[in-house]
Nanobody, 121 residues
């Protein structure tokens, strides 16, 4: 059984910062890509940022220069540092990860339960 648990969301004023964390736990053998998605009310879930094990990153154009993804492979944790936040960044943020468990022979995609980020004055 694998769980991804996000934390760090909340209410912040425009121009402020937040740092999200996501910890993967369970019978994990290996993790490939880890990433962050978000879903605003009435919109589709979209990629925010992703990071491979070799450090390669991919960002949505809307967050480039403001958000930074990082990971601690020893702790099975991925972070999202969000600076210069805008009202349009308001959404539920989800982390995901491609994980190989001891019980399976292939990597499966797991999702966290989401954490709310609200940017408002």
């Amino acid at each position: 059984q694998v769980q991804l648990v996000e934390s760090g969301g909340g209410l912040v004023q425009p121009g402020g910062s937040l740092r999200l964390s996501c910890v993967a736990s369970g019978s994990i053998f290996s993790i490939l890509d880890m990433g962050w998605y978000r879903q605003a009310p009435g919109k589709q879930r979209e990629l925010v940022a992703a990071m491979a094990t070799d450090g390669r990153t991919n960002y949505a154009d809307s967050v480039k220069g403001r958000f930074t993804i990082s990971r601690d492979n020893a702790k099975n944790t991925v972070y999202l540092q969000m600076n210069s936040l805008k009202p349009e960044d308001t959404a539920v943020y989800y982390c995901n990860a491609d994980i190989l468990t001891i019980a399976t022979s292939t990597y499966l995609l797991y999702w966290g339960q989401g954490t709310q980020v609200t940017v408002s004055s």
